[in-house]
Every structure is written in C-alpha cells, then in structure tokens.
C-alpha cells in the first residue's frame, strides 16, 4: 500500500494539485467541510424524525424524500473531494490508522443509508406502523450520531497521525 | 486601543497553555468545531431553502424554522466556544490573519443579516406560512446560505496561514514559520507531539 501510495504521488494528476495546491487544498477541504455539513446535517434530521424529536407532522417517507437526496448527494460530493485530497497527499492518508479507521466507518453508514433508504421507500407502512416507535429502533438512530462524530474526529486526526507509522516501521519516513 | 495585553493574557491561560502543550487537544477542538457547525449549518440550510422555496414547501415556515431553532443555537454555541478557545491558543497572531478578520466580519454581517429577517420577513410569518416567502425573505435566506459557505472557507484559510506562526516578540518567524511544505510531504505529521510551537492545524 505503501508503494501505491508513492507511486499515486509521483503521478501528473497528484503532481498538478500539488503545484497549486496554495489555493486548491483549503477549497477541496472547504468543499469537503461543506460537504459534511450537509451529510450529518441531513443525517440528524432524518434520525431526529426517527426518534421522534423533530418534524413528526410528516412520515418517515416523506422525511425521506426531503432529506434523503441531499445525504446520498453530499456522500457522493466528499467522496470526490476526499479523493482529490488523497491523490494529493497519498502518503498522508495510506500510512495513516485514522484514515482507515474513518474508510471502514464510512462504508458502514454509506451502506446503512443505502439499506435504510430502500426498505423504507420498499416498506414505509410497516416503518410507520411496527418499526417507528419502538426503542432499538430510536436508540439505532441515536447511535448514528456517535459514529458520525467519531468519522469527524478521525478525519480531523489524519493530519496529527503517527499511530501507523509505529505500527508498519518504515512507512513514515 | 491596544488589545495586544488582552491576547498575550488569553494564550497566558491555563487552558491556552495545556492545548499548546499538548498533540491532541488542538485536533480535537477542531473536530469538535466541524462537528457542531454541521449541526449549525445543516438547520440553518433547512429553513433557508424553506424560504427559498426549494425544499418543504408544502410545510409551515413557522414550524419548520421553530423547530430546528434550538438545535441551530446549541450548535452555534459549541462552535463559538470551541473557536474561542482555538483562538485563545494563538491569539496574537490569529488577531492579525486577514482570513481570520475576513471570518470575523462575514460573521457580523450574516448576524445583521438575522437580525434584519427577524425584524422584517419574520413578522408577517402568518401571511405566508403555507405559501412562498416574500422577496425580502428569500433575499436573507439567499445571502445567508452565501454567507455561511464564505465563513466556511475563510476559517479553512486560517488554519493554512496561521499554522507555525508565533507573536512576533516571542519569537522571529523562521524560515519555515509556514510549514506548508510539511503538509504536502506528511512531515508534519510526524513533528514530535510535545513541540512548543502552536499546535499545527491544517
């Protein structure tokens, strides 16, 4: 992973953010920012409805309907920002535990929202019915904060990270 | 009036002290900001595009906006408080970071900018809470959402241009008071984490 990492480094795309990355890096990470803001954003209203503290005067499905695109929509847009930033600094993130750790609890919530989208819309009366009022349900969703701060936090220490490099000696030189 | 005394009191601080001497604080406080400013940011996105027009439409602005109303407040208080305490870090030289001012000012005008709706749209609610806002509403939920993307951007900047740097009768800046250079090679990242400069933030 190392080698890709230097290899991805030494490449035309990486090298040209690089060359402007004055101006390039703070936009791609305030886009990336933004990009957070409206995924969490979007993810706290939708699970504030779930638990029953916000926009009861509407269905899960139409709490759905409002809020899903825009999570889907700025899922795809850090994606792309993040991989702009890793292309730009491969080494940064590949040797990095917390960048890892923060993929793995991505493609967690990714797929949650993938899953949980579809047996909605697949499913809504036995959302609103059975499933809505019961507590595993509601204590699920508030578990969805803690993960998605716990993303925040490791995507922040990416740049503070040395824990990797302890880890695969070499890796940092 | 010379606040120079004020800002060498606030990075005098206990608190100020213990997050330079420390490699995780600075992160954390951080990650504490960005989280609660999606808090912040994602409500206040949700009745802007109300009024705008673009999303809820067929729910009452009154509620909407109400609702989400208290979230909107918590999360700016998280921010104000964990920017405070970054800036108390720092506090000369962020002081004197043109972002950092940019930030500052941007910040007042989207507060005027509130206070204006309050004054204006916010009391003929009852007219078009079903319907679409007048154009003095959609106007400050257009600028604010302006605004608040700038504000966003101009604190990305403050951290690229602040970082290393120290008062200048502390100490000279190095050659390498930017260490810019670091970033792009991750050599910062593997800085020992007791240094004495401020901590990096990038």
């Not at chain 2, 154009?135 to 939920?141: S, T, W």
């Amino acid at each position: 992973m190392h080698n890709f990492a230097t290899w991805l480094y030494a490449t035309a795309p990486s090298l040209f953010l690089r060359s402007h990355s004055d101006w390039m890096i703070p936009t791609i990470q305030s886009v990336h920012i933004i990009g957070i803001a409206t995924a969490v954003g979007s993810a706290f209203m939708i699970a504030m409805r779930v638990i029953g503290w916000l926009g009861v005067d509407q269905t899960l499905l139409q709490t759905l309907r409002r809020y899903g695109p825009w999570l889907t929509g700025a899922l795809w847009v850090l994606l792309a920002t993040g991989a702009l930033l890793v292309l730009a600094e491969p080494t940064r993130e590949f040797d990095t535990l917390s960048f890892w750790l923060k993929m793995a609890l991505v493609a967690l919530m990714a797929t949650i929202a993938v899953v949980f989208q579809r047996s909605v819309f697949r499913h809504d009366q036995r959302w609103e019915t059975a499933i809505l009022g019961t507590a595993g349900v509601k204590w699920a969703a508030l578990a969805t904060f803690v993960v998605w701060a716990a993303i925040i936090f490791l995507g922040r220490f990416i740049a503070y990270d040395t824990v990797w490099s302890h880890v695969l000696p070499g890796a940092k030189a | 009036m010379d606040i120079t005394p004020w800002l060498k009191l606030l990075e005098d601080s206990s608190v100020a002290t213990t997050i330079r001497n420390s490699a995780y604080l600075f992160p954390s406080l951080e990650a504490v900001h960005v989280i609660a400013l999606s808090l912040m940011l994602g409500t206040i996105t949700v009745v802007d595009l109300r009024l705008l027009g673009l999303a809820s439409k067929g729910r009452s602005a009154g509620r909407v906006s109400s609702e989400v109303l208290t979230w909107t407040w918590i999360g700016f208080a998280v921010v104000a408080l964990s920017g405070f305490t970054m800036f108390t870090t720092n506090a000369r030289v962020y002081a004197h970071n043109t972002a950092f001012l940019i930030k500052l000012g941007l910040l007042a005008v989207a507060g005027v900018n509130m206070a204006i709706f309050h004054l204006t749209a916010e009391r003929t609610i009852d007219r078009w809470d079903r319907t679409a806002a007048p154009p003095i509403g959609k106007a400050a939920a257009a600028l604010s959402l302006m605004l608040w993307v700038a504000v966003v951007f101009a604190g990305r900047v403050v951290g690229f241009t602040t970082t290393g740097q120290q008062a200048k009768e502390q100490a000279p800046p190095a050659a390498s008071a930017t260490n810019f250079d670091d970033f792009l090679t991750g050599g910062a990242s593997s800085a020992p984490p007791a240094a004495a400069a401020p901590a990096p933030a990038k």
